[in-house]
Nanobody
């Protein structure tokens, strides 16, 4: 599958918008579903959103529906997570991962993971 590299995180103010990227080094990336997860300090990893291999279907966890949007660009071999109106509780390390299944909300269904990107939201 190659390497997945997340980017776009950092320190942002509450209410801002952030776009995370997940760039893949292997073109087979386009044949996999992609998911975004997050893990806050002291908390379990949480499913955020998933997108099918075609990019046509998406699934977002209910609590983030309407604020977070997942997308992908096959030409750029990259997936994205658009985060709008961020809140301090969105502070976490965000990970992207690939799966042969869609929609996969359990991290155990994902085969390859990136190293994560930290998003810190200040109030």
């Amino acid at each position: 599958q190659g390497q997945l590299v997340e980017s776009g995180g950092g320190l942002v103010q509450a209410g801002a918008s952030v776009r995370l990227s997940c760039a893949a080094s292997d073109r087979r990336f386009t044949t996999y579903a992609v998911g975004w997860f997050r893990q806050a300090p002291g908390k379990e990893r949480q499913f955020v959103a998933a997108i099918s291999s075609s990019g046509i279907m998406t699934s977002t966890t209910d609590s983030l529906e309407g604020r977070f949007t997942i997308s992908r660009d096959h030409d750029k071999n990259t997936a994205y997570l658009e985060m709008n109106s961020v809140r301090p509780e969105d502070t976490a390390v965000y990970y992207c991962a690939t799966s042969r299944s869609y929609p996969a909300r359990d991290g155990n269904e994902y085969d390859y993971w990136g190293q994560g990107t930290q998003v810190t939201v200040s109030s």
